[in-house]
Each structure stands twice: as C-alpha cells, then as structure tokens.
C-alpha cells in the first residue's frame, strides 16, 4: 500500500508541476492538494491507530494494522476531494458609507 500511496503522492505532485508550468493555476492548486493530503497519511494514521490502541492496550497487527493505515490516506483524500468540491463562497467588500 506505501508503494501504492507514494506512486500516487508522487504522480500528483508531477501532475500539478505541470499544470503550473502551463500556467494552469486551479488545475496545479487541486493536484498539490490531493498531493499534500497523501504526504499527510502518517500523521492521520497515528489517529487510526490511537482508539485500537487505547482500547486492546496493545498495537495493531496483520491486515487490522494495513486497514487502519489505509483508512488514514483515504480519510485525507476524502477531506481534500470534499475541500476542492465545496461550492465557492463569494465575497463581497463591505458598501461605503458617504462621508
């Protein structure tokens, strides 16, 4: 799976390079963020592990251990996709007031 994640961390950040030097700004933003949320996997995975852990007091093991570092990659991705897809917000300057 790291093989699989880093492949994918790697092909986004070229992708995104590429955009940028296209000058295609939105395109290279959303790749290093898919990017960037792979890169973070590590720091979700301690999340997956903590409640097995506090629960069995021991680490988990075997294909329980490969899910829940799975499970830290995928929950990033989700959380960057829905971040990109959220609908815009516009915002406004605030009317002048006659002086």
Not at 54 to 79: F, H, K, M, S, Y
Not at 85 to 94: D, E, F, G, K, S
Request: proline share 5%; hydrophobic share 50%.
């Amino acid at each position: 799976m790291r093989l699989i994640f880093g492949s994918a961390m790697a092909g986004s950040i070229l992708v995104g390079l590429a955009a940028a030097l296209r000058r295609d700004i939105a395109r290279h933003r959303r790749w290093m963020v898919r990017g960037y949320a792979i890169g973070l996997g590590a720091g979700t995975q301690a999340l997956t592990h903590a409640p097995y852990l506090i629960a069995t007091g021991e680490q988990p093991d075997g294909n329980l251990r490969a899910g829940l570092v799975v499970a830290g990659w995928l929950i990033n991705l989700a959380v960057a996709e829905w971040y990109l897809r959220r609908p815009a917000r516009v915002v406004t300057a605030p009317a002048l007031k006659p002086s």
